[in-house]
């Protein structure tokens, strides 16, 4: 019996979990007018390419790249245990879901900009002014092109926008 490698274990999960969402997304009622794309298109295409990349992590051959340092190991040890890169997952996870809780009080643009910038500084990139800058423009451009363009209701919280 051969062993899993990791690709090929993330690879199951992952299909596993987009398996469980294309379920979820073919339960989506289509709306009575014909229209052209649907309410359930972008939820179907989304788990359909989850499913595909899952599958191609799963059938990628391991390079010798992929295999980690004892070195490299090392100086993992040696960082403080909020910096290690199971640290930085379950730290991520946690940002998302303050963001999602936060989504409402605090409106869109405010609740993003502090997910963005929160998490640029935590991994390390210290550039702030950039930061803010390149966050500001990408949460504004996508609440504007949200809002007035497709005319989809987002929570504007503490700012009057």
């Known amino acids: ?36 794309i649907d309410s359930d298109h972008f939820p179907k295409v989304l788990g359909t390419s989850l ?13 010798a790249r992929d295999i980690p340092d004892p070195v490299q190991s090392r100086e993992e040890a040696a960082l403080p245990a909020w910096q290690r890169p199971w640290a930085r997952v379950i730290i991520t996870f946690l940002a998302i879901a303050a963001y999602a809780a936060l989504l409402v009080p605090l409106g869109f643009v ?31 451009g996508l609440y504007l092109i949200m ?8 929570p504007t919280g503490l700012l009057p926008l």
């Open 51 to 63: 499913l595909v990349l899952s599958l191609m992590l799963f059938l990628e051959k391991p390079q």
């Open 110 to 140: 405010l609740a993003s900009m502090l997910l963005a910038v929160g998490l640029t500084v935590y991994y390390g990139y210290r550039r702030h002014g950039i930061t803010l800058i390149a966050t500001l423009g990408v949460v504004l």
């Open 147 to 154: 809002t007035r363009v497709m005319d989809v209701y987002l």
């Open 1 to 36: 019996m051969t062993r899993l490698n990791v690709n090929q274990v993330l690879g199951l999960v992952l299909a596993t979990f987009a398996v469980l969402y294309l379920v979820l997304a073919f339960q989506i009622p289509q709306f009575a007018l014909p229209r052209p």
